[in-house]
């Protein structure tokens, strides 16, 4: 199945509050302690099943162990909430990162949840066979100040992405590893950050990355 048949429908405007930088960690969907998010995956929803807004997304990550995991939207929403039962309800066993699919979704207190998968294609998915064992972070001495530059390509799967601070400068190659040590979990092309680079294995290498805002400034999760 080809990516044209998961257009985005991008049903309504974008949810209460949101603006597209919900994003959320492995581990952290609920600052309770020990309450089991699928417990509740269908609880509670009243009238609101009835306000279903159909998306297109990729998995970001699942844990079946925990019992959910999340989508990251093509429109551009915060992540959508991914209940095992739901999963199993619909005929699947798990759902692998990188796979593409379209579901129903619902607005809950804490964001989006996903309420129906309507098609799920894992032709893009990396199963766990194939995923790679993390690579040893390459240390890049900075030669640059604290410099804004806009991403030019980023891919979350393969790890790795290039931004720029303007034409006629050298792109910077900025590894998943770095994002990861400065609390980011990813970047859109466009987007604008705070980088340090230097001299590396790949050409200029982003040494520190921050969100445009700053150093200081909470990061998306």
């Not at 994003?23 to 995956?41: H, L, V």
């Not at 990188?98 to 579901?103: K, T, Y």
């Not at 950050?193 to 445009?212: D, N, Y």
Request: charged share 20%; proline share 6%; glycine share 14%.
């Amino acid at each position: 199945m080809g990516s044209d048949g998961f257009e985005s429908k991008k049903l309504g405007g974008p949810p209460a509050g949101g603006s597209g930088q919900g994003r959320i960690g492995q581990g952290e969907y609920s600052s309770g302690a020990s309450r089991d998010p699928a417990i509740d995956a269908f609880s509670g929803l009243g009238d609101a099943a009835a306000n279903l807004v159909e998306i297109s997304g990729v998995i970001k990550w699942f844990d079946a162990s925990k019992g959910y995991g999340f989508i990251v939207p093509d429109n551009g929403w915060p992540d959508v909430l991914l209940h095992v039962t739901v999963l199993r309800r619909d005929g699947y066993q798990t759902a692998y990162e990188g796979a593409r699919l379209v579901v129903e979704c619902v607005q809950r207190a804490k964001g989006y949840q996903a309420f129906r998968i309507v098609s799920m294609d894992e032709s893009t998915a990396i199963h766990p066979a194939q995923m790679l064992p993390p690579r040893t972070h390459v240390t890049v001495t900075p030669t640059s100040g604290l410099e804004r530059a806009q991403v030019k390509w980023f891919n979350r799967l393969r790890g790795f992405g290039f931004l720029t601070c303007g034409e006629g400068t050298p792109d910077i190659f900025v590894h998943m590893e770095t994002l990861r040590r400065f609390g980011m979990t990813e970047l859109r092309p466009g987007q604008f950050v705070l980088v340090r680079f230097g001299p590396g294995s790949k050409g200029m290498m982003a040494a520190e990355i921050h969100p445009e805002s700053g150093p200081s400034a909470l990061s998306s999760h």
